[in-house]
């Protein structure tokens, strides 16, 4: 999923992306709260008509952030008081609040309101963030009002600790949810830590459900997360880096300011199908980010999504005819190989 | 003509420029000299290539905006030196030298190298500005390497003296370019002395030739030129506007950041056909510029380029049906409308 923080996936349009192959986007409950507001989504028609997406949204709960970029003011079993950092005002965000906030916003997959311990973090600590996670689970399913058009996902917390994260899996997969996520990763953790998460976890989690594993990623830490049965991510990366000049080229970073991109008059990627590998240059997409023109950006997300979604649709591919590990083995590392 | 100062026209795709029915697009001399470098856009096989438009291209001369942009360290009758504001070495602008840079970016017409009084200025100054320009213009004919593919046009100085203007115009004509150019508008003067200026010279120029009001503008002032016989412009507007969030609709300048557009869930224009108006609504966009995304940039500027492409065309066709007084009259003031 490219990431649409504020209902938009950032310098492109919905056309474009349809063009990059993108079919699920995620949008950010606690930037949408506020700016428009959940009301103005709602009253707009929801966020697929307010957007003009077509196809399956996602929004979070506004947990990760709120934990990790809010102004905190208190934390209790209520919920989280923070100052908002656009209005200046106290808001009040508690599992019920979110749940209703995303029942207004109208997207098709709904995540619940988790504690999100920051890392590091004593067991102490990330085990009663895990078990209030859970409780707060319960709330969020009570307040969920349009159960039938949108899919609630529980978020395992644990942070590093892998018996934690096995406790939060088993508590969750109780409520039988139409999916589970793993939140609390991408948190500063060395990345050797996400893979380990993720095969403790996965086991534990029902096949027939969807597993989300939160903002990642990689290239590396996606081959590693699908050998382990994740099925869906979410990452700034793609746009992030077109917006720092990086395009992701068969698995490498290049930054298009650098000198030697200047005269290169070769395609992007002469392999990659997108709108900016077909019809521009290297040098020309140097020249835009060079004079940091805006069109560099747009050209340069495109290119990006495009990649990951087709790195994605390529491992989707291999699993179908059994040659996941030929194609995507490097990415692993040899203790990943045998226990796969 | 929708700017693309810098080989693009800022914020948009050719695609999407292609959508918004834009045909000629300028680019500028003096931007693409500092960065990339003609040489850089000569070896990716000029301008159309480089930058993916093959409609025509116009470039200016570099004369404009040496003297208004620059740090100027002389003027002479050889040309006009001035300091880089890139790089921080001494450039050498000649009429010679601004031709060779326009064979080497390869546009369809390409303009001659000026000298751009400032307003105010003195009679005799503008006089002598006037005169060197016609000297320059014929040493920029003679540097001209490529007059079988690239239409060079004349620039008519002469400030806002009627009598100086009607004597560059008269001196240039005997010249018989293809196409010729009133320069030296838009640079401060009142917008009523551009119509004064525009009514004094567009008599003597030849019918059958393209007239260009260069850095115009309004609906207002293309219609008044219009009336007196211009064919082309060029113009920032729409895209500049769509930087601070306005939208030109029928006429008019909307801020989308104001409050009365957050809940208005009407499209931007109704009857606009273009990609923004067709698909989202005001309170999106409103959303969009103030969250600061540019993606509201992009949709704002690909409106207002269809807009002001859309009120040129009905200009042209008014003319082809007999009744642009008719249509365009409001625009006109009285004074305009006994005169035509």
């Given at each position: 999923m490219p990431v649409g923080t504020l209902a938009n996936v950032k310098t492109v349009t919905p056309t474009q992306l349809k063009d990059c192959q993108a079919e699920m986007v995620l949008a950010n409950t606690y930037h949408l709260h506020l700016q428009p507001g959940e009301d103005v989504v709602a009253e707009a028609g929801?966020?697929?008509?307010?957007?003009?997406?077509?196809?399956?949204?996602?929004?979070?709960s506004g947990g990760f952030q709120v934990?990790?970029?809010?102004?905190?003011?208190?934390?209790s079993e209520e919920g989280v008081k923070f100052r908002s950092p656009r209005e200046g005002n106290m808001i009040n965000l508690?599992?019920?609040?979110?749940?209703?906030?995303?029942?207004?916003?109208?997207?098709?997959?709904?995540?619940?309101?988790?504690?999100?311990?920051?890392?590091?973090?004593t067991y102490e600590a990330v085990k009663l963030a895990g078990q209030r996670t859970t409780r707060w689970l319960e709330r969020c399913i009570k307040a969920h009002d349009r159960q039938d058009v949108q899919a609630l996902f529980g978020i395992i917390q644990g942070g590093v600790y892998l018996d934690l994260r096995q406790q939060s899996a088993r508590e969750l997969i109780q409520f039988d949810l139409p999916g589970y996520a793993i939140g609390g990763v991408s948190v500063g953790e060395p990345p050797e830590l996400i893979e380990k998460i993720v095969k403790a976890i996965t086991p534990l989690l029902p096949n027939n459900k969807p597993r989300y594993?939160?903002?990642?990623?990689?290239?590396?830490e996606m081959a590693q997360a699908v050998a382990s049965g994740i099925d869906l991510f979410d990452c700034v990366i793609p746009t992030r880096l077109a917006r720092h000049s990086v395009a992701l080229v068969k698995g490498d970073r290049w930054n298009l300011k650098n000198q030697k991109f200047k005269?290169?008059?070769?395609?992007?990627?002469?392999?990659?199908?997108?709108?900016?590998?077909q019809n521009f240059s290297r040098a020309y997409l140097s020249?835009?980010?060079?004079?940091?023109?805006?069109?560099?950006?747009?050209?340069?997300?495109i290119h990006n999504i495009t990649e990951l979604i087709r790195f994605t649709q390529q491992m989707r591919q291999a699993i179908i005819e059994n040659r996941f590990v030929e194609q995507f083995g490097h990415y692993l590392t040899s203790e990943n190989f045998t226990s796969k």
């Open positions: 929801g966020l697929h008509k307010f957007m003009n997406w077509d196809g399956p949204i996602l929004t979070d934990f990790s970029l809010s102004e905190i003011r208190s934390i508690t599992p019920e609040k979110s749940i209703q906030i995303q029942n207004q916003l109208g997207a098709d997959v709904i995540m619940a309101f988790d504690e999100c311990a920051p890392y590091p973090a594993l939160m903002g990642v990623g990689t290239y590396k005269r290169d008059y070769e395609k992007l990627d002469q392999d990659c199908p997108c709108y900016a590998c020249h835009l980010v060079r004079s940091q023109e805006i069109l560099g950006y747009t050209l340069l997300s």
